[in-house]
Each structure stands twice: as C-alpha cells, then as structure tokens.
C-alpha cells in the first residue's frame, strides 16, 4: 500500500530532526573549528528542511490559505529593517573578504557571504511577491509566493 504524501512529509519532518540531531552531537565532538561548524551548519539546514516538510504538511492537508491580510501587514511592516541588515552583513563580510589572506579563513567567509546574498535575495523576493499580492485575494496571495519562489523546480533549498 503506497503512503499519501501528508504521512511522507510528516515523517520527514521527523527524519531530518533525527539527522540533524545527530549531526549536532557529532559536531560536539569534533574540535576543528571549521569542520565543527560546517556539520553544525548541516545540521541548521536540516531543521530548516524539517520546517519545511512541516509547512508542506500543511500545505497538502489544510483547505485555508496559509497566510492571513495580518500577517501580509505585518510582513509588509517589518521586512524592509531585514532586509537592510542582510545589506549590511553582505557589505560587512565582503570588506573582511577584502582585508584577509589566509585562505581557510576566505573560504570560511566566502560560504558565509553566498548564504547572506541568497538571504538578501530571498526577503527581495518575498517582498516583490507581496506587494504584487496586495491587491488579490488570500488565496491569491499564496498563489503568487508559490509561483514565484525561488525554489520553484528546483531540487536545492
Ligand atoms: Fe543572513
């Protein structure tokens, strides 16, 4: 008997928990400071993943729009402060890139300067998203996110 989808991304809710915890206790064990923090890292991503099944679990099990006009106000409110400080973290990693020499020191900022601009990138996307849906529905509006994210066919995120 095939499962549905809602019990396949309920238990990957779970599995990318599970992983990620076990990633963290190994991290704990490991005293390079970079390797300690790139597993730490993968970890981070994994509970971001296990956020993510979690939001499809509702996505395919619930008939409401997910996303109400208050919180459309209060993301339209709020976003432009994070946004400015994405700017911020990219210019500041992007001078540090600039002064350093050592190279293990330059990988580690360049893997923080790409996350920075793709998180630049993203809080863009939603707010060009939002004020496009401003207009529309609620159903409408998660319509236009859903159409438009970045991640849309594609395998990463
Ligand atoms: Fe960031």
């Not at 409110?77 to 911020?88: F, Q, S």
């Not at 998660?142 to 990463?156: F, V």
């Amino acid at each position: 008997m095939s499962k549905n989808l809602t019990d396949i991304f309920k238990e990957m809710v779970e599995k990318e928990k599970v992983y990620a915890e076990a990633l963290i206790e190994l991290s704990e064990k490991i005293h390079h400071p970079v390797l300690r923090s790139i597993l730490a890292g993968i970890a981070n991503d994994s509970l971001k993943h296990s956020r993510f099944y979690e939001a499809l679990v509702e996505l395919v099990s619930s008939v409401q729009s997910v996303l109400s006009q208050e919180e459309l106000r209060l993301i339209s409110k709020e976003i432009d402060k994070h946004i400015e400080t994405e700017v911020r973290m990219v210019k500041l990693v992007s001078e540090m890139l600039r002064k350093v020499d050592d190279p293990r020191v330059k990988l580690v900022l360049s893997a923080i300067y790409s996350d920075e601009v793709e998180h630049h990138r993203l809080l863009i996307d939603v707010k060009e998203n939002l004020a496009k849906a401003e207009t529309l529905s609620e159903e409408d509006i998660w319509n236009a996110i859903w159409r438009n994210s970045p991640w849309h066919g594609t395998p990463g995120g």
